[in-house]
């Protein structure tokens, strides 16, 4: 089948960053206290009272209330008891647009009954682990191998983590080297050696609280987009050694919150070429959001190595793997063989038949129904309401999209930097940061009230299950936001 791609028109990304400059030159812009007093009264006092007892007895149990980041929500979080398609429904009866989409993963919308109504097969008949082969295990490999032509071969795993861990050991058996660098801003996991320039580029170990920095010899940054920086790099690390792998997230840091040029991954590939290292994808997002062949078929870009993880499972749990060449992928190999070098790796929930199933009947779905394009004409359609309502409101916010995933920046902490030979403004950054921050969070609550999920308040994943109809019910509640921020048109 011919490849499709949920990109229609690739971003003008010289014009959104400069955009994105102008916005963080500019004081932030946040809702006037009244409306954000009568959101956080109004709505999460007067109508979440059941969902905010929970948490606060969760408190007592879970560290801040509640185990997963991004659940983590101003003023509390809420709980959520049913997910269907586009909607999120909570504890307190009140119905949501998703557009955090578990995170990435949920292409098809959530908990679709033809991937749901496989599972409970085959759960009732194997249940979710066995420690031992079973056929969907054969069945994802062959469907990623048949859509990715450099991903003959394919190891699952348990998460995107290890996945990215799993990469850099293959990458430095495989070439002999030690270094690894990777996109300022990115975030691959939470490993030890990749808890480096996490968010900001430049930052360097400075989020990487409890990690010794000793970790981080063999780790380096390069300034997103920037492949004369990256050069730069790879010509220092050959005095020290050589450079093992160049890691990136093919459509910039953070699910493109910062957008790369469309040239850019080749020429991240033919630096990696010339300094003879591996180029790894971090394809945790991308990996079928942007199409069957991911973002490297979009790009015509074929990395050595590639890093998967949630859609791998479809919203199911243990979703993560690697894949690649078979000169690389031998590292992965299981078993004893004499004299052969193995990377070590492992999990006792790796694979298991529930993830495989799950991952295989999700892709397969998403294929019948063209589901990544699908998801990504709602995510052209969303992105394009919410830009004519920023412009109606005259507010200088940025929206833009790549497909499915789409982007709102309201206070622009995504787009900081810290110059690369200038640490000591690190803490200066970091707070005007956290300041911006507590702005987006409100920004997060207000969406929350008007009945939509965001990721952390910026980022927007579209599904195929949206219609229409329903993208522009949305949109308006984001109008609603709009209307209350501060100097906004009305
Ligand atoms: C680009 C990217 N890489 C790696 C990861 C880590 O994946 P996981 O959360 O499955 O460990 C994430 C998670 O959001 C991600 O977005």
Redesign the pocket.
């Known amino acids: 089948m011919a490849d499709s791609f949920a990109i229609s028109t690739y971003p003008d990304v010289p014009r959104i960053l400069s955009d994105l400059d102008s916005l963080i030159r500019q004081p932030i812009r946040r809702l006037r206290p009244a409306a954000l007093e009568r959101y956080l009264d109004e709505y999460f006092e007067k109508t979440c009272s059941r969902s905010k007892s929970m948490i606060d007895e969760a408190k007592n149990y879970i560290p801040g209330g509640v185990q997963h980041n991004l659940a983590f929500n101003y003023p509390f979080p809420l709980v959520f008891t049913k997910a269907a398609g586009p909607y999120l429904y909570d504890l307190d009866g009140h119905r949501y647009f998703d557009f955090l989409q578990a995170?990435?993963p949920t292409i098809l919308g959530s908990n679709p009954p033809e991937v749901l109504n496989q599972v409970l097969d085959l759960l009732k008949t194997c249940g979710p682990s066995t420690g031992l082969f079973n056929e969907y295990e054969l069945k994802l490999a062959r469907f990623i191998a048949d859509h990715m032509p450099a991903v003959p071969m394919f190891r699952m795993l348990g998460?995107?983590?290890?996945?990215?861990m799993a990469a850099i050991r293959v990458a430095r058996l495989a070439t002999g080297r030690k270094n690894v660098v990777k996109m300022g801003g990115?975030?691959?996991?939470?490993s030890d050696q990749l808890a480096y320039g996490l968010r900001i580029p430049g930052s360097r170990h400075f989020e990487a609280h409890g990690v010794p920095k000793h970790v981080f010899k063999y780790t380096q940054e390069f300034f997103p987009g920037d492949l004369d920086a990256l050069e730069r790099v790879l010509r220092r690390n050959r005095l020290g050694g050589g450079t093992a792998a160049v890691m990136i997230?093919p459509l910039g840091p953070?699910?493109g919150t910062r957008p790369v040029a469309k040239d850019f991954n080749s020429g991240v590939r033919r630096l990696c070429d010339k300094f003879g290292a591996l180029l790894i994808f971090?394809e945790?997002?991308t990996g079928f959001r942007v199409g069957l062949s991911g973002a490297q078929g979009y790009f015509g870009v074929e990395p050595d190595l590639t890093?998967f993880?949630?859609v791998v499972a479809g919203g199911y749990p243990s979703?993560?793997g690697l894949g690649g060449k078979r000169e690389y992928m031998k590292y992965l190999a299981a078993g004893i063989e004499a004299g052969s070098k193995k990377a070590l790796i492992g999990g006792t929930m790796a694979a298991n038949p529930l993830s495989s199933a799950a991952g295989f009947f999700t892709l397969t779905e998403i294929e019948r129904t063209r589901a990544s394009e699908k998801a990504g004409v709602i995510g052209d359609r969303l992105t394009a309401g919410i830009q004519a309502s920023l412009k109606r409101r005259n507010l200088p916010f940025v929206a833009f999209n790549q497909g499915s995933i789409c982007h709102l920046q309201t206070v622009g902490t995504m787009h900081f930097s810290i110059d690369f030979n200038k640490f000591w403004q690190i803490p200066g950054k970091m707070k005007e940061i956290k300041a911006r921050k507590t702005v987006m969070e409100e920004m997060g609550a207000a969406y929350m009230a008007e009945g939509i999920v965001t990721l952390a308040g910026s980022r927007l994943y579209a599904s195929a299950a949206y219609t229409e109809a329903m993208v522009d019910e949305a949109v308006g509640a984001f109008d609603r936001v709009f209307a209350n921020i501060e100097g906004a048109l009305t």
Request: glycine share 30%.
């Open positions: 995170g990435g998460s995107g983590t290890e996945g990215c990115a975030y691959h996991g939470w997230e953070e699910s971090d945790v997002v890093v993880g949630k979703a993560g």
